[in-house]
């Protein structure tokens, strides 16, 4: 968890503080810093790091390259998502059908998830969205 919330305040950090390092930011602070980020020509390659970071960190505890149903509903735990709402998510990421989620599986759904305004099985990538 401790590595998780590091990375969740660089995050914080990099996205919404912006290069002020804000402490408290608007709505209009966080459009704008999403937009000022999604114009950098880097930053799918830098987010696909992170993810890389996310996958080795945290979801794939047992240090084996791949996730579980298992270690994929423990990861979505950490962000309140109920283990019922996991298997929808974790079919949408296993793009190859193996019965588990590689790490570019893991990268390529959180990059999607950012980055692409479609309607993919990326969407899935922290769980369902629920009314």
């Known amino acids: 968890m401790e590595t998780y919330m590091d990375l969740v305040n660089y995050a914080w950090d990099y996205f919404w503080a912006g290069p002020e390092k804000k402490v408290n930011v608007t709505f209009w602070d966080c459009v704008h810093n999403y937009a000022r980020t999604f114009r950098q020509p880097a930053f799918q390659e830098e987010q696909r790091k992170w993810f890389y970071v996310y996958f080795d960190k945290i979801a794939d505890k047992n240090g084996d390259g791949i996730l579980t149903r298992k270690e994929y509903e423990e990861f979505l735990g950490l962000v309140g998502v109920h283990p019922l709402s996991v298997p929808p998510s974790f079919e949408a ?6 019965g588990q989620i590689s790490k570019e599986e893991f990268a390529n759904a959180a990059v999607g998830f950012f980055c692409c305004t479609a ?3 990326a969407k899935l ?3 369902p969205f629920l009314a």
């Open 93 to 98: 990421l296993d793009t190859d059908g193996d």
């Open 119 to 121: 309607d993919t099985p």
């Open 125 to 127: 990538f922290w769980g």
